[in-house]
């Protein structure tokens, strides 16, 4: 290629410790994470991630090698890789040629309730589920997320479901025993909780949305704690068709920061712009 | 357990012709797809699917036991099985100790087109991402589904992504070449079709629905083709926060279908039940 990147070979001690990345221990040994394609190394060059290096492979495209010299030019140590080394390190065999190492970023609480939306994920089990669910949290307007137990956002496939967002998405992960810590918090700091249940809530689209609003979100399995519950103010319910059981969780989420959002515009527009 | 099932051993020709079904080949040539896991499980039995055979695990639930004889006594055969060999064989690794084989229901495209809104996919690669937006437009109330390329809906993540849907609700598999067809058939249906974008379409919020309406959805890379885009009345983008570029396409559908049922049921609400 020409590109003047070192190239690794197939047996780098390198290569060892990028595999590390694809399980909790070593994630949480190293601090470090894994980035893989085009999209989210992108949005990790553009959030000002600190990248500890990155690999691209040899016959990438052009696009991977562009953000490989822009990764280069910033000081981060580029390396070069056959393709097929690399596609057999790329834990979601979608890596379109491009690998990175990050430091998985640190955030205060109150960073992450800053604004006036912030999400609650209790025990979202599915790496692909959570990735998908903060990913669109972001584009809805939400300040932050919580994650209570379930899957780590650092989790390759929830990386790549995230596209971004698990780091340009302010985000907190806690133990489901500082639930009540974090309980406190959110009241102090104004926020109502609302929870999203399959059944027996309020149909979404009667309800009144707070004006500062923590939404929680259940696992797949066992949905929403009792102690959330308890503290929330509202409980809603997406009215389904007929018979039909429940939404996907990540759907379901969709469908009701949309309509969060929706009601957002739609008071932005009655009061006039710039209000 | 003394359910009475017969017991498979792991080298029983019949766990050869399951493993089969993991590929489009194996699904073509049997007209067969796999079924996996209590939930969907359920579903099938519910919809009166037709089950050829169904295998369950020594020490599975009493749900998965009890499922198990429900379908004995309608007729299906229904064998016993170590759990770590059915486990092996279950593709998406969920099967809760139950796997099961049926026919893959043929519908007519007439069928499809019963409804007032019927959803198109165009090229939606990921089978999670098929069977989740099926999952959510069976909920939404939608009549049917097309599938134009993209993922089979019979794959096995795709099925169980789309819990029970990928069978309950009318869909039908074109390839490409046949667009102009459906694009003709959906005008002569009355459908009024209107385009998923990520970008450039009217605010989604501001749009007008048709009263008949087939909603497009692209695939993951290429969105919406060409001839769908000349075709359609309307093209929609969701308005999203800042610098985010897009969501994910079952995410899209999910904020899309209800839109739609919001105002469906808003509309029905303002004329008083009954009308």
Redesign the interface.
Known sequence: MGSGFPILGRHSPRLKRLRELDTPAGRSKSGCFLLEGV?VMAEALQAGLDLDWLLVARGASEEAFDLAGRAARTGVEVGLLEAEVLERLAPTRTSQGLLGVARIPGTELEHVLRGDLVVLLEGVQDP?NTG?LL??A????AGGAVLVGGADPFNPRAVR?A?GAAFRLPLIRLEPRQAPMLLQALAQAGFDLACAEAHGGQDL?QASFPKRMALVLGGEVRGVSEACRRAAVARWT????GD?????V???A??IL??A??RR??AAGMEGPGT
């Not at 997406?238 to 068709?241: N, Q, S, T, V």
């Open positions: 999209r692909g998908t990913r669109t972001r584009a809805a307007g479901a596209s689209y997406i009215p389904l068709e039909c059981e429940s939404l996907n990540a759907a379901a969709a469908v949309f309509e959002r929706r515009l739609h």
